[in-house]
T-cell receptor, first 114, second 115 residues
Framework: AQKVTQAQTEISVVEKEDVTLDCVYETRDTTYYLFWYKQPPSGELVFLIRRNSFDEQNEISGRYSWNFQKSTSSFNFTITASQVVDSAVYFCALSRTGNTPLVFGKGTRLSVIA | GAGVSQTPSNKVTEKGKYVELRCDPISGHTALYWYRQSLGQGPEFLIYFQGTGAADDSGLPNDRFFAVRPEGSVSTLKIQRTERGDSAVYLC?????????????FGPGTRLTVL
């Protein structure tokens, strides 16, 4: 069975602080995909990133960076110099090759205070 | 271009009634997914279509739930004899193909409230 755990339910930071959102996954597959989605107050899920299980390189996109470590089954997401517009619920998700429905974690609600 | 649209945005119904929720995917997307999101939870998979056929309906909670996509575009999720526990936001997503390398784009959801 596949499972995604986001242990942090809510995080609150002051603007310009760095923040890391944790994601731990479970799967028996050797090939799988990991995702992060953002759900702002408007409600619509926005895709942020996808990684496959064979690519453990960390990725940076502007203020966002992702750290994928197979050894600890983690795919953590860091926002550098957070801004109020980053306030949202962030979901980590997992899918397997050949069966594409996403398995989501429960999400982490990030509040960035000005 | 136009994204995934869902109608209605809100639906309030009484216990025992029948409801239909509609999803218009991004034009040209062959894969269409339905998820359900309860308050404070992540989306949970219900069913997905590849073209007109249901490729995986393992997430449907029981036989009161049914979905169709007769022409490979618009999809309708149908719930019979609604129960209060069906109250949730129903999300639709589409992707160019059903490959995990193709991004799933989500619609704004339909908030269903069963009184």
């Amino acid at each position: 069975a596949q499972k995604v755990t986001q242990a942090q339910t809510e995080i609150s930071v002051v603007e310009k602080e760095d923040v890391t959102l944790d994601c731990v996954y479970e799967t028996r597959d050797t090939t799988y995909y990991l995702f992060w989605y953002k759900q702002p107050p408007s409600g619509e899920l926005v895709f942020l990133i996808r990684r496959n299980s064979f690519d453990e390189q960390n990725e940076i996109s502007g203020r966002y960076s992702w750290n994928f470590q197979k050894s600890t089954s983690s795919f953590n997401f860091t926002i550098t110099a957070s801004q109020v517009v980053d306030s949202a619920v962030y979901f980590c998700a997992l899918s397997r090759t050949g069966n594409t429905p996403l398995v989501f974690g429960k999400g982490t609600r990030l509040s960035v205070i000005a | 271009g136009a994204g995934v649209s869902q109608t209605p945005s809100n639906k309030v119904t009484e216990k025992g009634k029948y409801v239909e929720l509609r999803c218009d995917p991004i034009s040209g997307h062959t894969a269409l997914y339905w998820y359900r999101q309860s308050l404070g939870q992540g989306p949970e998979f219900l069913i997905y279509f590849q073209g007109t056929g249901a490729a995986d309906d393992s997430g449907l909670p029981n036989d009161r739930f049914f979905a169709v996509r007769p022409e490979g575009s618009v999809s309708t999720l149908k719930i019979q004899r609604t129960e209060r526990g069906d109250s949730a936001v129903y999300l639709c997503a589409s992707s160019r193909t059903a490959q995990p390398t193709d991004t799933q784009y989500f619609g704004p959801g339909t908030r269903l409230t069963v009184l």
